[in-house]
């Protein structure tokens, strides 16, 4: 079982088997448009947009060279060819460098404001966490480091980083696994693993179904945090019990004030240094966003 | 402080500062489409498309209605008009009545496979959650029935109803809030309520950060599965606390077996009857997707 693919019959999920009048140029460009924005890194034959828009394929191709040509002349993402019987298009989501310094910069000069830290000096970051118009623009970055390594996977661990590692999965075109801390009874027989959190020495534990993912897959964690990195650890360890790897780690905040890290291979859009006694929190863009 | 307004400068955002000559109408048009469908719900004023792709606001006024009449054409949303000084155009997503009563009907067919029975008489439903491709779509539809409440919040539970819910605060264009089972150091000063699952009548509790949502807010619940509706019920008492309301619930399958609910107004795609000793699952689209 696991995942029955959830394949639809285009014209069955645009509701158009009614449509029979020809569609201009103009409204064919905003459908393909529209669909590939929604299925990114998906492969799309050009029959499905031939039969969708009534159109002949050799019509459909001219009218995604000009999708593609506005996209990347606007730095909106790209559309990728994939030749042979399987081929088709697909869309990359993307976006510009200055487009990812103005985003860390924005997000660094909103954490940093005073009034977020929590007393133990925690910076309160769970409406950033939680806000679409954000996280979606977060998850468009930490996404264009993985769209080249066909990864099967985005991992992460409740509750925070869920949002963000969901926006991560729909751009890459993937399932998301969440693991828990506890396990629950809806879960069926579960696989639980204990870590040592890296830096409070504390012993925790996490969970994660066996249907959850299959043996031998390639998976990224996403975050919200990353602290002394032994949560990353135990992802690690969780996914060689499924006989899978990590092949990659995102977060949008490091927190490069914890010296000894157990892990050192990820990206970061922002590192917090730290919280002063006056309560001015230290952070900027990570080097990759300066 | 809650959340400063996170308004981008979009020439910025779009790294497009440098593009001076003119886009074709075709270029302009899949540009405002990809716009508007990555900004739901979002009034967006006419000069913001005229700086982005440096054309006369007539000009971008005939691109959208191009691009209006495609969308309700094919039923892929709707594009409204916004009187006023601060008006301008605002896209609602939406999928069409077909396309809707698909969507139920294969998310039924790929629930009752009786190798999703899991001891206890549980059905696994984590990948399904998890599933971008699938929990996208019925965010959609779900998000469809409150998008003339102008909301302020989309509120749910963790953990497996997250990304759910994330997709409909998506399409809402609103703020995501996630009441956690035990309160957190991260979060602040919090109010934790006692609740009691309305089927098993256990004692459970609920806490919501105090920062997480302003006083007098309306918002909807969004869950992954209806029971008896004790959550339902707690998430009600826990927005009193902020003096605020609960104006509707969604979710994505309810349980019919379950005869004492909780509470009676709400939407769901999917209506579980219950499991038969021989492992068949009785479950069908809600009665508005028949």
Do not use: H, W
Not at 256 to 275: C, D, H, P
Request: net charge neutral; hydrophobic share 40%; glycine share 8%.
């Amino acid at each position: 079982m696991i995942v029955l693919k959830f394949i639809y019959i285009i014209r069955k999920v645009y509701d158009v088997g009614d449509i029979l009048e020809k569609i201009s140029r103009n409204g064919r460009i905003a459908a393909i448009t529209k669909y590939l924005i929604e299925n990114p890194n998906k492969v799309i034959g050009l029959n499905t947009f031939s039969e969708l828009l009534n159109a002949a394929k050799s019509t459909i191709s001219e009218d995604i060279v000009i999708v593609r040509e506005l996209l990347e002349k606007m730095y909106m993402g790209r559309v990728e060819t994939i030749s042979g019987a399987a081929g088709g298009i697909r869309y990359i989501a993307e976006i510009g460098e200055t487009a990812k310094k103005d985003f860390a910069n924005r997000l660094c000069e909103m954490l940093k404001d005073p009034n977020r830290v929590v007393p133990g000096n925690f910076i309160y970051m769970t409406d950033v966490m939680y806000n679409p118009e954000i996280i979606s623009k977060a998850g468009l970055i930490l996404s264009s480091f993985f769209n080249k390594d066909e990864i099967d996977y985005v991992v992460t661990v409740e509750t925070k980083g869920i949002p963000l590692a969901y926006e991560v999965a729909r751009n890459l075109g993937v399932q998301l696994v969440i693991a828990r801390r506890d396990s629950k009874v809806t879960e069926g027989p579960t696989v639980t693993i204990n870590y040592v959190s890296g830096s409070s020495g504390r012993l925790q534990q996490m969970s994660l179904s066996k249907r959850s993912l299959k043996t031998g897959s390639k998976c990224i964690f996403i975050d919200d945090f990353l602290k002394g990195g032994g949560t990353a650890k135990g992802i690690t360890d969780l996914l060689k019990e499924f006989d899978s790897n990590l092949i990659g780690i995102g977060v949008l905040v490091d927190n490069v004030g914890t010296n000894k890290k157990l892990i050192n291979n990820y990206v970061a859009i922002a590192e917090l240094k730290g919280v002063e006694e006056t309560g001015e929190v230290i952070m900027n863009p990570s080097l990759l966003f300066q």
